[in-house]
């Protein structure tokens, strides 16, 4: 019987602006159930003509995790997954400035809860180890997937002053 609950692939194309072949990479993990019903949502891409703008791949339609719930999922891994991701920081800065998520919500500190206490999560981390690890990701990791805009728009300092503040709330209430 297969037990993996972690799945890891990529789909690959040409690009049509380079030529070059780029790959997107898809994680699914099945580790634990959701607390929140799936709901229908559209997937968007940016991909647009360079000639006309015109969008050039129509959005579909999917079943997709609830958005409280995906939020709840993506502090979790901010706040302790054993290998920290400064993409994850990038997301939660970015929805905290521009889709109102909220990090003192008690709807969504009590899904992070939730998620925290399933066995074989590492505990919260918002030590200087960690936010130096994540500052030395900056350049490398996030600079040369975003677009200039979005990169300069980043606040580092802010989302992690957002985070420690949000895992004291965890811990006292």
Same mark, same amino acid.
């Given at each position: 019987?297969?037990?993996?609950?972690?799945?890891?692939?990529?789909?690959?194309? @040409?690009?049509?602006?380079?030529?070059?072949?780029?790959?997107?990479?898809?994680?699914?993990?099945?580790?634990?159930?959701?607390?929140?019903?799936?709901?229908?949502?559209?997937?968007?891409?940016?991909?647009?003509?360079?000639?006309?703008?015109?969008?050039?791949?129509?959005?579909?339609?999917?079943?997709?995790?609830?958005?409280?719930?995906?939020?709840?999922?993506?502090?979790?891994?901010?706040?302790?997954?054993?290998?920290?991701?400064?993409?994850?920081?990038?997301?939660?800065?970015?929805?905290?400035?521009?889709?109102?998520?909220?990090?003192?919500?008690?709807?969504?500190?009590?899904?992070? @809860?939730?998620?925290?206490?399933?066995?074989?999560?590492?505990?919260?981390?918002?030590?200087?180890?960690? @936010?130096?690890?994540?500052?030395?990701?900056?350049?490398?990791?996030?600079?040369?997937?975003?677009?200039?805009?979005?990169?300069?728009?980043?606040?580092?300092? @802010?989302?992690?002053?957002?985070?420690?503040?949000?895992?004291?709330?965890?811990?006292?209430?």
């Amino acid at each position: 019987m297969n037990q993996s609950r972690q799945y890891i692939g990529a789909w690959g194309y @040409r690009s049509v602006a380079s030529g070059d072949m780029e790959r997107v990479k898809v994680e699914v993990g099945l580790r634990e159930p959701l607390l929140l019903p799936v709901e229908d949502g559209l997937a968007n891409t940016l991909l647009r003509s360079a000639i006309t703008c015109e969008v050039l791949v129509a959005p579909f339609p999917l079943r997709v995790m609830a958005l409280t719930e995906l939020w709840s999922e993506k502090i979790r891994a901010a706040l302790s997954h054993w290998e920290p991701a400064i993409r994850d920081l990038f997301d939660l800065d970015y929805a905290c400035a521009n889709l109102v998520l909220d990090l003192k919500d008690a709807t969504l500190l009590d899904l992070v @809860r939730k998620k925290l206490a399933v066995p074989g999560n590492d505990p919260v981390d918002v030590s200087g180890a960690r @936010r130096r690890e994540l500052d030395g990701q900056v350049e490398g990791q996030l600079r040369p997937v975003l677009r200039e805009g979005d990169f300069a728009a980043f606040d580092m300092q @802010r989302i992690w002053l957002g985070m420690v503040a949000l895992a004291d709330l965890l811990k006292h209430g």
